[in-house]
């Protein structure tokens, strides 16, 4: 398949020059290598810019409620285990608004990809502090600069036992594309944190900014390594992208007994008999 | 003999209140009478005071009495707890020794019921000592406490069966020889009511047998009774039961589910249910089926968590921003709320809107015997479903006539699934057009609640236009088909579904009626009001209960007498 054959007719409204559009190529290219048509894939969003990305991917998608991506994806994949499950989601609507739902679903493990756009700002909403923005970064609500220490979403996934977490950048297609790929061959949560630069409202953390400091991980880093992922998920001032950490382990659908059963979703419902239930309440 | 009898069974949590008062149950039904049932508990896992009373008759009973007739107290806080809830002419069975009480009052009686648990093998068997005690006094045969004891205590292994069944023995030997009162005896009949339940678990099998097959939800009681049924089947009808890390994402959980295809839902109390609201409008605006039961607590925040309240009457009909149709059920009885659970599904998915299901503590945890002679009724009908042949350009949300545009089932139908929580074209991408806003407000509101309104469960009415006419949902019925057939010149309606509203029917049975009165276990009356801004009609007053109990049936007929 090619990248082409999951273009959206739906027209973009991001601003021109946003690292989304990086995303959405780096999507499309791992789309089209995995090969499976549009109807097999469903992409989950919540509210943001980043959010939008399902209008732009032809593809199955429920875009629902700021912050509340993950739960309406992984019971979706619950309902049906055949589905491709990926969520596009912002730093604010994945560690802000849906931060207990990122800690539990790291725990859940239901396999899907989770491609959180993190531009450090809330963009749709004209440039407030993000649970990423920088400390000293002012803002109009915060004119002092903010205070809050920002929130470390590789390491809180790793020390919550996220079997694959990779960090991508928005202006490294190929190399994202990859990782998405790689993302969605991992069973079970996948955290994709992409470094997406918000030209409106982010003036820090520009192409310029990024292009002195990102690296690749080389070969050398052991995948399986997790105080290795830890050490360069507390890197500051270079910052490393590539697979941090990858490691297979048992997921909700082998523990929950889903993968078991057929998908909820083809259950005859004609048939279920509720007598033998009910015989236990005589 | 009496032709019904009331008992309690007393203690602090931890003694078996629960145990006793199911075995109590279960020797009444099996024994050819019939059961009704409340719990009343504490918040709490040890000591302070619970109570289980049982009413059994030789007729249905559909409420709970305000006394009991015999009450036994497991611990001397029970006692004064419970010393002005007999009624007169009963007794109160009390171990004196045990609990260091010297004086008896009239109508309390000695029992040694740590001795004779002793003997049985041990204190915790003296919850099947008061059951012996109270087959004797009330049955006068050993058969029915001797089966329930075995139930109750199969899963436990037969030593516990049998430990439990010589401590019952024990109880009864000593109440025959020694307590020698006859007038408790209760007639027995052979009935067609085999069935022991509780509303929040003939909600549960509802619920399964409907095809749920997702149930995302937070612990709260009193709504968690029937996750634990639904978890307790979940193996066996291939269900998945998720414990969601709050009420938010069991909600959008339940969205997504149903999104994808699979009958899902969630259940939740008052204060879960605030935090899902945001979840219920998100359903509405992308048409996709969801079902949430709410069995309310008093509130408001935490309220009184173990106890009854009817007070988010209006709560579960306004709840959510933005204005659109659902359904709201209100059943009154455990067979009417495995039929609403049925009823629920169908309509959310044929109608694809939200179906609510309000049910309350006292209903869902208060035991009958039931018939259930239709478990086939209201088959599924998962409505209109764009199929696997259509063509990939079908709009998800078309506008039509009825409001409802065929469901697209992601990986399954022909044209891709699409949902989007912004305001959206038939299409299902967002728009920010005028003349589309006001279509699909008509689609999600106008239109289908017109639909929704021409299904609307009709109320139950007795006695329409009567001199008396009391308007109730919910957990009323029973009470108040009781305090009616009690009271001549009374009538009552009784909403098993109180939205969209049945107006025309409401109008039709208070046609000719004298006062009209609601009866709510709320403090403001919630129904009166619902009922006047449907109907026009004013009701002259409403009995209100707030306290956190239920009704009893004494309690409301004494209200229509004072009201005369
Ligand atoms: C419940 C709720 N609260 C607030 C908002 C407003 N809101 C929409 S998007 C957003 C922030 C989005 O930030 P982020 O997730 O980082 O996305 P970005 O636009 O930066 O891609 C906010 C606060 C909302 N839509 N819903
Ligand atoms: S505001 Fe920022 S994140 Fe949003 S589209 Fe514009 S550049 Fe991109
Ligand atoms: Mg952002």
């Given at each position: 398949?090619?990248?082409?054959?999951?273009?959206?007719?739906?027209?973009?409204?991001?601003?021109?020059?946003?690292?989304?559009?990086?995303?959405?190529?780096?999507?499309?290219?791992?789309?089209?290598?995995?090969?499976?048509?549009?109807?097999?894939?469903?992409?989950?969003?919540?509210i943001?810019?980043?959010?939008?990305?399902?209008?732009?991917?032809?593809?199955?998608?429920?875009?629902?409620?700021?912050?509340?991506?993950?739960?309406?994806?992984?019971?979706?994949?619950?309902?049906?285990?055949?589905?491709?499950?990926?969520?596009?989601?912002?730093?604010?609507?994945?560690?802000?608004?849906?931060?207990?739902?990122?800690?539990?679903?790291?725990?859940?493990?239901?396999?899907?990809?989770?491609?959180?756009?993190?531009?450090?700002?809330?963009?749709?909403?004209?440039?407030?502090?993000?649970?990423?923005?920088?400390?000293?970064?002012?803002?109009?609500?915060?004119?002092?600069?903010?205070?809050?220490?920002?929130?470390?979403?590789?390491?809180?996934?790793?020390?919550?036992?996220?079997?694959?977490?990779?960090?991508?950048?928005?202006a490294?297609?190929?190399?994202?594309?990859?990782?998405?790929?790689?993302?969605?061959?991992h069973?079970?949560?996948?955290?994709?944190?992409?470094?997406?630069?918000?030209?409106?409202?982010?003036?820090?953390?520009?192409?310029?900014?990024?292009?002195?400091?990102?690296?690749?991980?080389?070969?050398?880093?052991?995948?399986?390594?997790?105080?290795?992922?830890?050490?360069?998920?507390a890197q500051?001032?270079?910052?490393?992208?590539?697979?941090?950490?990858?490691?297979?382990?048992?997921?909700?659908?082998?523990?929950?007994?889903?993968?078991?059963?057929?998908?909820l979703?083809?259950?005859?419902?004609?048939?279920?008999?509720?007598?033998?239930?009910?015989?236990?309440?005589? | 003999?009496?032709?019904?009898?009331?008992?309690?069974?007393?203690?602090?949590?931890?003694?078996?209140v629960?145990?006793?008062?199911?075995?109590?149950?279960?020797?009444?039904?099996?024994s050819?009478?019939?059961?009704?049932?409340?719990?009343?508990?504490?918040?709490?896992?040890?000591?302070?005071?619970?109570?289980?009373?049982?009413?059994?008759?030789?007729r249905?009973?559909?409420?709970?009495?305000?006394?009991?007739?015999?009450?036994?107290?497991?611990?001397?806080?029970?006692?004064?707890?419970?010393?002005?809830?007999?009624?007169?002419?009963?007794?109160?069975?009390?171990?004196?020794?045990?609990?260091?009480?010297?004086?008896?009052?009239?109508?309390?009686?000695?029992?040694?019921?740590?001795?004779?648990?002793?003997?049985?093998?041990?204190?915790?068997?003296?919850?099947?000592?008061?059951?012996?005690?109270?087959?004797?006094?009330?049955?006068?045969?050993?058969?029915?406490?001797?089966?329930?004891?075995?139930?109750?205590?199969?899963?436990?292994?037969?030593?516990?069966?049998?430990?439990?069944?010589v401590?019952?023995?024990?109880?009864?030997?000593?109440?025959?020889?020694?307590?020698?009162?006859?007038?408790?005896?209760?007639?027995?009949?052979?009935?067609?009511?085999?069935?022991?339940?509780?509303?929040?678990?003939?909600?549960?099998?509802?619920?399964?047998?409907?095809?749920?097959?997702?149930?995302?939800?937070?612990?709260?009681?009193?709504?968690?009774?029937?996750?634990?049924?639904?978890?307790?089947?979940?193996?066996?009808?291939?269900?998945?039961?998720?414990?969601?890390?709050?009420?938010?994402?069991?909600?959008?959980?339940?969205?997504?589910?149903?999104?994808?295809?699979?009958?899902?839902?969630?259940g939740?109390?008052?204060?879960?249910?605030?935090?899902?609201?945001?979840?219920?409008?998100?359903?509405?605006?992308?048409?996709?089926?969801?079902?949430?039961?709410?069995?309310?607590?008093p509130?408001?925040?935490?309220?009184?968590?173990?106890?009854?309240?009817?007070?988010?009457?209006?709560?579960?009909?306004?709840a959510?921003?933005?204005?659109?149709?659902r359904?709201?059920?209100?059943?009154?009885?455990?067979?009417?709320?495995?039929?609403?659970?049925?009823r629920?599904?169908?309509?959310?998915?044929?109608?694809?809107?939200?179906?609510?299901?309000?049910?309350?503590?006292?209903?869902?945890?208060?035991?009958?015997?039931?018939?259930?002679?239709?478990?086939?009724?209201?088959?599924?009908?998962?409505?209109?479903?764009?199929s696997?042949?259509?063509?990939?350009?079908?709009?998800?949300?078309?506008?039509?006539?009825?409001?409802?545009s065929?469901?697209?089932?992601?990986g399954?139908?022909?044209?891709?699934?699409?949902?989007?929580?912004?305001?959206?074209?038939?299409?299902?991408?967002?728009?920010?057009?005028?003349e589309?806003?006001?279509?699909?407000?008509?689609?999600?509101?106008?239109?289908?609640?017109?639909?929704?309104?021409?299904?609307?469960?009709?109320?139950t009415?007795?006695?329409?236009?009567?001199?008396?006419?009391?308007?109730?949902?919910?957990?009323?019925?029973?009470?108040?088909?009781?305090?009616?057939?009690?009271?001549?010149?009374?009538?009552?309606?009784?909403?098993?579904?109180?939205?969209?509203?049945?107006?025309?029917?409401?109008?039709?049975?208070?046609?000719?009626?004298?006062?009209?009165?609601?009866?709510?276990?709320?403090?403001?009356?919630?129904?009166?009001?619902?009922i006047?801004?449907?109907?026009?009609?004013?009701?002259?007053?409403?009995?209100?209960k707030?306290?956190?109990?239920?009704?009893?049936?004494?309690?409301?007929?004494?209200?229509?007498?004072?009201?005369?």
């Amino acid at each position: 398949m090619e990248p082409k054959d999951f273009n959206s007719s739906d027209p973009v409204a991001w601003c021109p020059g946003c690292g989304n559009f990086g995303i959405q190529s780096a999507l499309k290219t791992a789309l089209a290598r995995l090969g499976k048509p549009p109807r097999e894939l469903l992409l989950v969003s919540g509210i943001g810019q980043a959010a939008k990305m399902p209008h732009y991917i032809k593809a199955n998608f429920f875009n629902g409620l700021h912050g509340r991506a993950l739960p309406a994806a992984a019971a979706a994949k619950i309902a049906n285990r055949e589905l491709t499950v990926i969520v596009t989601t912002g730093d604010g609507d994945c560690y802000g608004e849906g931060g207990n739902h990122f800690l539990h679903n790291i725990r859940r493990n239901v396999d899907m990809t989770v491609i959180v756009h993190d531009n450090q700002v809330y963009g749709l909403t004209k440039g407030q502090a993000s649970p990423t923005t920088e400390r000293g970064i002012k803002t109009k609500i915060q004119p002092g600069g903010v205070i809050l220490a920002p929130f470390p979403p590789l390491e809180t996934a790793l020390a919550l036992g996220c079997g694959f977490v990779a960090r991508g950048y928005a202006a490294e297609r190929e190399h994202l594309a990859e990782l998405i790929l790689a993302g969605i061959a991992h069973k079970g949560f996948s955290l994709i944190d992409v470094f997406q630069p918000c030209v409106s409202f982010n003036k820090l953390n520009t192409y310029d900014w990024f292009s002195t400091r990102v690296y690749k991980v080389g070969p050398e880093h052991d995948v399986a390594d997790k105080s290795a992922a830890l050490a360069l998920a507390a890197q500051r001032e270079r910052l490393p992208l590539g697979v941090l950490y990858s490691k297979p382990g048992p997921a909700y659908g082998e523990l929950s007994g889903l993968d078991a059963l057929p998908p909820l979703v083809n259950a005859d419902l004609a048939n279920v008999d509720i007598a033998p239930a009910l015989a236990d309440f005589r | 003999m009496k032709d019904e009898i009331s008992v309690r069974i007393t203690g602090e949590a931890g003694q078996g209140v629960i145990s006793a008062g199911m075995m109590l149950c279960r020797m009444y039904k099996e024994s050819g009478r019939h059961v009704f049932a409340i719990q009343d508990y504490m918040s709490r896992i040890r000591g302070g005071n619970n109570f289980f009373q049982v009413r059994a008759a030789g007729r249905p009973v559909a409420a709970p009495r305000r006394q009991a007739d015999i009450i036994v107290a497991l611990d001397k806080e029970a006692v004064e707890a419970n010393r002005g809830a007999l009624a007169p002419g009963g007794i109160l069975l009390l171990d004196a020794g045990k609990f260091g009480i010297t004086q008896l009052e009239a109508g309390w009686v000695h029992v040694p019921l740590y001795a004779l648990a002793q003997e049985a093998g041990g204190e915790l068997y003296a919850n099947s000592v008061a059951l012996g005690l109270l087959a004797a006094l009330t049955c006068g045969a050993f058969e029915g406490a001797a089966k329930a004891a075995a139930r109750e205590f199969a899963a436990k292994g037969a030593d516990a069966a049998a430990k439990n069944e010589v401590a019952a023995r024990k109880g009864y030997d000593y109440a025959a020889g020694k307590i020698k009162r006859g007038d408790f005896l209760l007639p027995s009949a052979p009935h067609e009511r085999p069935y022991l339940l509780a509303g929040n678990e003939a909600l549960a099998l509802g619920v399964i047998s409907a095809g749920c097959k997702f149930y995302s939800a937070y612990p709260m009681s009193p709504s968690t009774g029937v996750m634990n049924t639904v978890a307790d089947y979940a193996a066996k009808y291939g269900i998945i039961v998720e414990q969601a890390e709050d009420e938010i994402a069991a909600v959008n959980m339940a969205v997504g589910a149903a999104f994808a295809g699979a009958r899902a839902m969630t259940g939740t109390s008052g204060g879960g249910f605030a935090l899902m609201c945001e979840g219920l409008s998100l359903a509405a605006i992308t048409e996709t089926p969801l079902v949430i039961a709410i069995v309310m607590r008093p509130g408001p925040a935490t309220g009184f968590p173990t106890r009854t309240a009817q007070e988010d009457l209006e709560f579960a009909l306004h709840a959510g921003h933005g204005e659109f149709a659902r359904a709201v059920y209100t059943p009154g009885s455990p067979e009417e709320c495995f039929l609403a659970a049925k009823r629920a599904f169908n309509t959310a998915e044929r109608f694809q809107v939200p179906a609510l299901i309000l049910s309350d503590q006292y209903l869902a945890e208060s035991f009958t015997n039931v018939a259930f002679p239709d478990t086939t009724g209201e088959p599924p009908d998962r409505g209109r479903i764009i199929s696997s042949e259509a063509a990939p350009e079908t709009r998800r949300y078309e506008y039509s006539d009825d409001g409802v545009s065929p469901r697209a089932i992601p990986g399954r139908s022909g044209a891709l699934a699409v949902a989007d929580s912004d305001e959206h074209g038939p299409e299902g991408h967002i728009t920010e057009l005028a003349e589309v806003r006001i279509k699909m407000t008509e689609k999600r509101l106008r239109l289908k609640l017109a639909g929704l309104a021409r299904e609307t469960l009709p109320p139950t009415v007795v006695n329409p236009g009567a001199k008396t006419m009391l308007c109730g949902f919910g957990s009323t019925l029973g009470v108040m088909r009781e305090a009616c057939a009690a009271a001549a010149g009374t009538g009552f309606i009784h909403y098993p579904q109180v939205w969209p509203f049945p107006a025309d029917a409401t109008l039709a049975a208070l046609k000719g009626a004298g006062r009209v009165l609601t009866v709510e276990n709320n403090a403001t009356g919630q129904l009166a009001r619902l009922i006047r801004r449907e109907t026009g009609a004013q009701a002259a007053g409403s009995i209100l209960k707030y306290d956190g109990r239920p009704f009893t049936a004494d309690e409301l007929s004494a209200a229509l007498e004072g009201g005369k």
